[in-house]
């Protein structure tokens, strides 16, 4: 038995005081007892959240050199001195690296050959030095190649403000624009900015603002006011760099406006009206505009329509609609368009050249991977910048060739050490559900490792958003996979794996589905000897934390510990208040709760109001005091009415990280030291040390 039961009956438990608070709602009385840790600025919530962390800190004692240990682990095998590969634009090279024992990039350019002396543009070390937390948003240079704009959070609240640097002179200017999302679109004569400004309090981002440069923000204007709370707008300009575009999304529908980018005081014109359930993206491709759309197509489709005839009246069809293949991406230059489209739950990349030869597939040689269109700033070009990954394969960047398909490898992640991607395997599971539907389920694992029955699996998922889960290397998974333990990952309905279906049916009164999908996987793992009894864990964070908050309610005897990070588990309390961040907008994802219909629903599964008397299996629940996507309360009222509520004695855990938010620390290397808990705490349970 783990040191942590030993540890956790010793340790005096925290104990959150109960203030009962009546939520009523279609004539149903909740009691909160614990409504009141919302209260972010109340000295007795800080104190509260501080004995959790202490208690952990006391529990897991004996875990800390194996923390530490994991850490270095992991850490030792990052090459400490690294350079991205260079990208053009514009007449320059631009390069991000890192140096050796240092937290954050240095972001860096060369003019017109790599040969050229290094010019820093940030270095984000000196400008992260004075905060706990730092993160550079996005960064956009000036079409005059003078000016820097990049957006800073040092809070965690994903609240960036922009500022700009002369990064011929080094000078800051004095423009500072606050509350926005980090991202500007510069105007062709490099005098004009547009951003979009959030609202402090939901962190919507609502407003679109254009911005002199040399002006104080009070002189801003305001060019676009979304005025419908379920929709987010942003701003961002074509790779054709000819237009500025306004996209405001909701779950369900979008709506795009256009304006060119040499007539920054125009007016920006509305490219098709937002229909109800109407998504579409459009891509600027010289003389036409492609809209991928799921116009009388689920799984969308391609069109096409000349710049100057937006109506849907003009759009033609390039791509029909696929009945089992989810169109996901449209990228479009000069010369030919990559299509990238979801096939058995892969992506792959299809070259189609404008040239009237036939279209192909790119192929990679492995059956489980992830391939992607790189950073590709430019319009002109025959050269495509493509990333690649797989469970097995680092990070890894090519040049393809399009024409005449040769793929050359410019870098691929290093591994400090003895690593050998030989050593480790990946395959392709269909897990039958209960209602006949085939799961497909990942599994990677170090050779060696063999299906008997007698080791551990961590399984992971998420199945919210239409979020795919894609496969990817993770040098933390190399720490689990070299112990023994096998590493699945559940592509459940609510994801979009396998075509919008995929996604409808596990979303809004079909979110049950995902809950079930992956109860069916971690059953069948365990029937099938993939895991040994008593040591099948789980994890998900955020959306993937209200999975694990629903799992653990509906079959707790499944699981052998699991990991709950940032979780979304105060359903029906957070849906209903449209005060705090993001509820507004996910009306189309769960439901809303206003409808006694979807308030019943959400009822049923959601982890706060379905904790029950009964054994939980040990637990770890991770937040951020700065959360901007769930509120660090959800977390913490849900452990304090755990402890109040189940029956057993194992280990249950809150940490809260007190200087950070919804990503966790900030830092090249800081990450890990959360991802060296969660694991110490799973090979603890699990019996694996050194």
Known sequence: ?????????????????????????????????????????????IRYLEEENAYREAVTQHLRPFEQALYEEMTAKIKQTDMSVPYYYNGYYYLTRYEAGKEYPVYSRKKGDLSALEKVLLDVNELAAPYQYYDIGSKSMSPDNRILAYGEDCVSRRLYTLRFKNVETGEMLED??????????????????????????????????????????????????????????YVYKTRTDEYSVIGAVATLTTEYRILPSNEPYGQ??????????????????????????????????????????????????????????????????????????????????QIRPKNGRAPWYIDFGEELYSAYVGTNPEYNITTLRIGYTSYTTPSTTYDYEVFTKQMVLLKQQEIVGDFDKELYESKRIWVPARDGVEIPLSLVYKKGWEQDGQHPLLLYGYGSYGHSLDPYFSIARLSLLDRGVAYAVAHIRGGQELGRQWYE??????????????????????????????????????????????????????????????????????????????????????????????????????????????????????????????????????????????????????YCDMETGHGGASGRFKQYKDVAMEYAFLLDLAGVKG
């Open 268 to 349: 920006f014109s509305v490219f098709q009206p937002r229909e109800r359930k109407h998504e579409y993206d459009i891509i600027h491709d010289g003389d036409r505009w492609l809209v991928r759309t799921n116009w009388e197509a689920e799984n969308f489709r391609l069109m096409a329509t000349p710049d100057g005839k937006t109506a849907r009246s003009n759009w033609e069809e390039v791509l029909p609609h696929h009945p089992t293949q989810f169109l996901e991406d449209v990228d479009a230059f000069r010369d030919f368009l990559v299509i990238t489209r979801r096939v058995d739950g892969i992506e792959k990349l």
């Open 176 to 233: 500072v624009l606050k509350e926005t999302t980090g991202a500007a679109v510069w105007s062709a004569d490099s005098k004009v900015v547009f951003y979009s400004r959030k609202d402090p309090g939901t962190l919507r981002p609502y407003v679109i603002m254009r911005h002199i440069i040399g002006t104080a923000q009070a002189e801003d204007e305001v060019v676009y006011e979304e005025k419908d709370d379920t929709f987010n707008v």
């Open 505 to 654: 049916n596990g979303k809004l009164l079909k979110k049950q589905n995902t809950f079930n999908d992956f109860i069916d996987c971690g059953e069948y793992l365990l029937k099938h000897q993939f895991a040994a009894p008593g040591q099948l864990y789980a994890m998900g964070g955020s959306a993937g934390g209200l999975l694990m908050g629903a799992v653990l309610n509906q079959r707790p005897e499944l699981w052998g510990g699991v990991v709950a990070a940032v979780p979304f588990v105060d359903v029906v309390t957070t849906m209903l208040d449209d005060s705090i961040p993001l509820t507004t907008g996910e009306y189309d994802e769960w439901g809303n709760p206003n409808d006694p219909v979807y308030y019943l629903y959400m009822l049923s599964y959601s982890p706060y109001d379905q904790v029950k008397a009964q054994k939980y299996p040990p637990l770890l629940v991770t937040t951020g005091l700065h959360d901007s996507q769930v509120q660090y309360w959800e977390p913490a009222k849900w452990v304090a009415k755990l402890r109040d509520t189940k029956t057993d004695a194992h280990p249950l855990l809150l």
């Open 1 to 45: 038995m783990s040191k942590m039961y030993e540890s956790a009956l010793k340790n005096k438990v925290p104990k959150a005081k109960r203030v009962d608070f009546v939520l009523e709602k279609h004539g149903d009385q909740r009691i909160d007892p614990y409504y009141w840790l919302n209260q972010r600025e109340n000295p007795e919530v």
